[in-house]
């Protein structure tokens, strides 16, 4: 993928797009896919980098929710149970299965959590990861060797999938490239045309790499922005309702040796009555999350010091050794973009279904649902916008398309693994230049070789795109990522032809950013 060539096709259309999509998060990414790979011409236009925005600060699961079973939501747990099948199938370099332990303290644990958990695996028929089990203290100690004992009776193991988001995220971007659709990054939209008719035609965009406007004629617009779906609507309708309540979500992450083993922790009952996750991630420990409503939603949101208490609490009734904010390696935050409903009592319980709104002006927004069901949204958003904008029928292709990267034993690649079949090519770069294969920090496994993969084959465009989204470091150890910082400036500069003034901007940047992903 090439920006330079992509701002050209953009700029030099003259007939309108079959559909313009707003926002480059895992909604808009996957309606691209779709609508691109059922032979519509698409146009995608992400104000920042892909994947910016929610969309790289999940808990990485791919699941259907044990949490929505236990709120009676059959429909949307049977749905996600399918489509958790569906992105292993097309996408197993990234999403892999993973093994939660519920630990028992209380004699009647085992068999409430043990029935639930059978009927989360029965609920995933063909889809199913493996059966659920009862374990015995033993059992559960070997599995979690550094959970509290006192009072330990035992756990009830069961299997859902994990996956990297933001790399799930390029690898969709880069699938909907092959099947011809545009896509820019750093193009922000502004403003619609709107024809006689009343109904939207076009959009009025700026790049915000060169200042300059872009103004492009469609059929139909979908606003995929996620938590910033009202912002979108308001630009044609000012007065339009709210129909989002966004609400953040903090994770942190530790060291690998608060969590040693291969399977997650899930506490099914928080203090505040929500579930908590401490999962093994890339080397690491990530821990989280909260839920708590904000008032508008901005592109780089901090956490509060509640929610880094309440998750170091709740690990620290769990854990032997309780993490403490000495231990925190990185904090992210990430927006639910949450659709509100009249009655709720508070945004854990809203709903994670997604939602299809269209405005009198033709404006469509598809927001809410999960990253788990990208997919069957991107399907909805594209049976409805064809049918809007009069296009022909075309049938959905993308329940057995690969992602970009496909390769079924990405394991064998060891750290290059989240690459997928692009592994064989970055080790090729590695073997031609043997000093790209010596990594950039100690502590992270990440290459001078994946910084030129990303800008020369992933568009990334600033040291924070390498860092935080198409490798992991910023999400794993913000104090290393910026170590790393100035030597990836440096390798970017020379990709792209930038200077020393360039560098020390981006550096300047970079730690602005970074100083989000620390704990003061
Ligand atoms: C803490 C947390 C944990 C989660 N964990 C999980 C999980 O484990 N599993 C799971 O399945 N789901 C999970 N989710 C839900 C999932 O992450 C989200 O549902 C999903 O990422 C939303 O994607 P999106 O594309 O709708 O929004 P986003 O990813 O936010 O994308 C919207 C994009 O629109 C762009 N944009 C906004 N305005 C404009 C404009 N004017 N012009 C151009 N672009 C614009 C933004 O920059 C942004 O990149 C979690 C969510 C949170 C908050």
């Known amino acids: 993928m090439n920006r330079a060539e992509m701002r050209q096709r953009a700029a030099e259309r003259q007939s309108p797009w079959d559909m313009v999509i707003i926002g480059g998060g895992a909604t808009g990414a996957g309606i691209a896919v779709d609508a691109a790979s059922r032979g519509y011409d698409v146009l995608l236009l992400e104000q920042h980098d892909f994947g910016k925005g929610t969309s790289s600060r999940s808990t990485k699961l791919v699941h259907g929710g044990v949490r929505y079973l236990e709120q009676g939501n059959i429909s949307l747990v049977m749905e996600a149970l399918k489509e958790r099948g569906l992105m292993r199938q097309n996408a197993p370099h990234l999403v892999g299965d993973l093994a939660f332990v519920v630990p028992n303290y209380d004699w009647w644990e085992a068999p409430f959590y043990g029935v639930g958990l059978k009927v989360y695996n029965v609920l995933a028929g063909k889809y199913g990861f493996g059966d659920s089990q009862i374990l015995s203290r033993e059992e559960t100690l070997e599995r979690l060797p550094t959970i509290k004992t006192e009072g330990l009776r035992g756990g009830v193991v069961y299997y859902d999938g994990q996956f990297d988001d933001s790399r799930l995220l390029i690898n969709l971007i880069q699938t909907a490239a092959e ?20 109904f939207v035609d076009g959009v009025v965009a700026v790049d915000e790499e060169s200042g300059r406007e872009l103004r492009v004629g469609t059929r139909v617009v979908i606003n995929a922005t996620g938590p910033f779906s009202d912002g979108v609507r308001r630009l044609i309708d000012p007065g339009a309702a709210p129909m989002i309540a966004p609400s953040q979500g903090v994770h942190l992450v530790f060291d690998r040796s608060f969590l040693p083993g291969r399977s997650a922790i899930m506490v099914p009952h928080t203090k505040d009555g929500r579930v908590m996750f401490a999962i093994p991630w890339h ?30 609490e709740t690990a620290g009734q769990y854990l032997h050794r309780p993490p403490t904010r000495a231990d925190v390696l990185s904090v992210s935050v990430g927006i639910r973009p949450l659709v509100r409903t009249d009655g709720a009592a508070s945004t854990a319980a809203l709903s994670r279904d997604h939602t299809i709104h269209i405005e009198r002006s033709g404006l469509l927004t598809v927001a809410g649902g999960k990253w788990t069901t990208y997919r069957h949204m991107a399907e909805d958003a594209v049976n409805q916008a064809a049918m809007l904008a009069r296009l022909p029928d075309k049938a959905c292709v993308t329940r057995t398309l690969n992602i970009h990267g496909f390769h079924p034993h990405a394991e064998k690649f060891g750290a290059l693994g989240v690459y997928g079949s692009d592994a064989l090519v970055i080790q090729d770069l590695m073997r031609a230049h043997p000093p790209l294969a010596v990594p950039l920090h100690p ?12 800008v020369r084959v992933e568009m990334a465009r600033s040291v ?50 970074a100083n989000c992903f620390r704990l003061a």
């Open 179 to 198: 099947q011809g659709a545009t896509l820019l990054n750093y193009v922000r939209v502004t403003g619609f045309n709107v024809g006689p008719d009343g």
């Open 283 to 312: 080397g690491h420990t990530l821990v989280g999350t909260t839920d708590t409503p904000i008032a508008e939603p901005v592109l780089e949101p901090r956490a509060f010091d509640e929610e880094v208490a309440f998750i170091l």
């Open 443 to 454: 502590d992270l496994p990440y290459t001078r070789a994946e910084v030129l993969w990303a």
């Open 464 to 513: 924070e795109d390498v860092l935080a989204r198409r490798c992991r470091a910023l999400f794993l150890d913000a104090q290393a990522a910026r170590a790393m910082a100035p030597e990836v400036a440096r390798l970017m500069a020379a990709e792209l032809g930038e200077d020393g003034a360039w560098q020390r901007r981006q550096l300047a940047a970079f730690e602005e950013t």
